[in-house]
T-cell receptor, first 116, second 112 residues
Framework: DAGVIQSPRHEVTEMGQEVTLRCKPI?????LFWYRQTMMRGLELLIY????????DSGMPEDRFSAKMPNASFSTLKIQPSEPRDSAVYFC??????????????FGSGTQLSVL | GENVEQHPSTLSVQEGDSAVIKCTYS??????FPWYKQELGKRPQLIID?????GEKKDQRIAVTLNKTAKHFSLHITETQPEDSAVYFC???????????FGTGTRLTIIP
């Protein structure tokens, strides 16, 4: 398996534009997590899914952020409209089903987002 | 919810010396404590973890200790090497929670 795949690796956009980040989890993994990494706050959990269903979105900063998982092999994180304070590295991670190591996260390479 | 504090935020160590990174957690129900290593420009990767039924775990040059009473756990790296330079994150959860809470990270620099 190629691991968790994220795209794009880098995204530069202007304030007010819509940004869509994409993630393909490891096949067979039941859990998918979206994290945001900044120098000030480290790794923050934004939202996570179990079997494509959003379980906890309490970390989503505000209504400008939304996430979907239409099937077991694809998820998106959308920011609309984007703001400079959204600049960060966004990581997607997946983990196996309960009882087989759900607690061990496999991270993607991240998307470096810069909002000008 | 769980709150994890990590210290120090930066640490410089002479090559060959030991490094220690400490974390405290707030939720006494937490029972799983992993450590992730993130090299510059790379993704975080799990390097070692410990469950609350043990006090210490070792894997070659790295070890983790857990004090449940004091609610803190530590990462120990001995005989440090340049490739140990990275950001290290601690985390905590309990198995009924399904999500990890991470510390803010420690940037470890090994000085040749």
């Amino acid at each position: 398996d190629a691991g968790v795949i994220q795209s794009p690796r880098h995204e530069v956009t202007e304030m007010g534009q819509e940004v869509t980040l994409r993630c393909k989890p490891i096949s067979g993994h039941d859990y998918l997590f979206w994290y945001r990494q900044t120098m000030m706050r480290g790794l923050e959990l934004l939202i996570y899914f179990n079997n494509n269903v959003p379980i906890d979105d309490s970390g989503m900063p505000e209504d400008r952020f939304s996430a979907k998982m239409p099937n077991a092999s694809f998820s998106t994180l959308k920011i609309q409209p984007s703001e400079p304070r959204d600049s960060a590295v966004y990581f997607c991670a997946s983990s196996p089903p309960p009882g087989t190591g759900w607690e061990k996260l496999f991270f993607g390479s991240g998307t470096q987002l810069s909002v000008l | 919810g769980e709150n994890v504090e990590q210290h120090p935020s930066t640490l410089s160590v002479q090559e060959g010396d030991s490094a220690v990174i400490k974390c405290t957690y707030s939720d006494s129900a937490s029972n799983y404590f992993p450590w992730y290593k993130q090299e510059l420009g790379k993704r975080p990767q799990l390097i070692i973890d410990i469950r609350s039924n043990v006090g210490e775990k070792k894997d070659q040059r790295i070890a983790v200790t857990l004090n449940k009473t004091a609610k803190h756990f530590s990462l120990h790296i001995t005989e440090t090497q340049p490739e140990d330079s990275a950001v290290y994150f601690c985390a905590a959860t309990n198995f009924g929670n399904e999500k990890l809470t991470f510390g803010t990270g420690t940037r470890l620099t090994i000085i040749p």
